[in-house]
């Protein structure tokens, strides 16, 4: 029957326990033996957490409050640069607005890391085990050897040992593994009398691991390495599309703020002259030359100029807001932005099939599909390596040695070599039917043939994409001959009216009906001109080559770090980031406002006030839109 552990043990146990116990007991701040389970939600105020403030911005200015402070001319090309700039993380235009994309220029240099983490597996590896033991287990033993009957008693020999153990393993391509131990045991015993006291054993074994079936062969391997780069280049490729479509954004939100200020220009003009029938033909009222209905209906449509040009303000303001936020400066800075660069007016006839080729080469989203094939094939290389059984060759050779003191004093050591083992040997093992490596390899073959028909959908889509664009492209532009044709005849129109309204030929609805005509032929023609050069930079992001077509690359930003010798050595240099550099000049720079191209001359050589003794009170002032003074 078994007996439990002696009373002398137990008990030096416990108070062992207890001495490790107290501390941890009496002192709050230490660690505890056990943690308590966590049954409540803890959570902090605020006011707790570090204190990270916005980014410094003066008040923004409203439609109730419009600018007062400087303006600056702003080029398209320095629009570009700052938005390049100021891009840790990449934004894009979205509306009125602009969001983070998800990217940021560290992603690939944090991918890139991948590539060192997985090569480091055929690096040697080096482990050095250093162990004192002391061992004294106790025994019974007979008082007298030659008489039993005697009795027992409880005894031992205490071993006190040193025992040093180095392996180095080194794993190479092809799947084998060297292996190289060196072990040392120095003991010494007592009390009584050894062979050899004290007495070292030792041994060197050299080792070689090399499997036959599963893990073997240089593309098995390599194919973790060649997935890390193949995923930074996707990751490089993620990036650029990302910068890709800010560019693309800025341009966007750089045309749109040029076509919302000229719609505020027409709708002050608008307003401006709705005032001037307005007060005409209260003038003619008064004298009774006219109705009141007149007077009536050019009080509504005054309102309603208001109303509209109100609107046309705040969307400047929004325009600019966009911009701003897409290039990452502030909301306000006291300089109103004034665009400058000149939007082209000049028909493009596109290629279509130097387009596709473009396309097809050049698109990062297409590439990245292509890279993400790459990768599939070299992981179902290794899935279809572990399909396989497990058959490893074995070879070991070992040197083994024993050196002593002997009892009388002197040395005794084996001599080299005397002592040797060696084995050689096969050894196989698989897992009855391979069911779970089996279907890991199927489920490789069926993602590589989902991601080929996920290349054929971008394909496809990139395709038809390429062709709303080319179609967007000729829409713009013949809106915009249509749009200039009906502002040059609205204008004309528009000034024929006002001189027969004011020799009373015709009603006032006559006049109303030229002043919206105007103004909203000169929004038309606005509008469909920064939509044609939006869409000539949405054909290069189409393609691929707005980067390119734009002067802006890529380069690594490095930084130091600890490398493969520890940090007692120098700091080696590492990629910490992709920013893209600035773009080249493209976008002449302009001295006027870009909205001028337009040839927004006021129409006013038409305008006769009416006499002093027909004056009206003032009406309300025009709210000054932005940029105006």
Known sequence: MLSGP????????????????VPFAAAQHRLPIIFPEQRTIDWRDPSQLPQVPLPPS????????PPTGDTRFFALDESIRIALANEGVVRVLTGTTAVSSGRTIYDTAITNTLIDQNTARFDPFVTVNNNWDHFDPPSALFIDSNNPLVGSRIGGVTTNDHRVDVSVTKLNPLGGEWRLDFNSTRQKFSPGLFPLNPQTTSNVDLSYNQPLLQGFGRPANMAPILVARIN??????QLKDAVQEQVRGVVEAYWNLVASRTTAWARRRQV???????????????????????????????????????AADADVLQREGALRNILGLPPWDEAQLIPSTEPT?????????????????RRPDLVELKLILEADEQLRIQANNNALPRLDAVALYRWNGLEGELPNGNGLSSGPGQFTDW????NFSVPVGLRQSRAQLRQRELIIARDQANLQQGLHFASHNLATTVRNISLAYEQYLAFKEAREAARTNLNQQLAQFRAARVNYLNVLVAITDWGNAITNEAVAVASYNTQLAELERQTG??????????????????????????????PRANPPTGNADRYPAGTRPAEQIFNLDDPTQFRVLPQNTEELPAPPPLPRGPGER
Do not use: M
């Open 272 to 310: 401006e002259q709705a005032e001037f029938a307005y007060k005409l033909a209260d003038a003619r009222f008064r004298v009774q030359i006219d109705n009141g209905a007149d007077v009536a209906q050019a009080r509504v449509t005054l309102a309603q100029f208001r109303a509209q040009l109100i």
């Open 345 to 361: 007016l000049e028909r493009f006839v596109p290629r279509w099939d130097e387009l596709v080729e473009l396309a097809a080469q």
């Open 6 to 21: 002696p009373r002398g043990a137990i008990t030096a146990f416990v108070l062992t326990l207890a001495w490790w116990l």
């Open 232 to 237: 930074t280049e996707i990751s490089f490729f």
């Open 58 to 65: 003066s008040e923004p200015p409203t439609v109730s409050s």
């Open 423 to 426: 084995t050689l040997g096969v």
């Open 545 to 574: 080559t707005i980067l390119e077509t734009h002067g802006i690359a890529f380069y690594e930003e490095r930084y130091g770090s600890i490398g493969p010798l520890g940090r007692l050595a120098h700091p080696v240099c590492y």
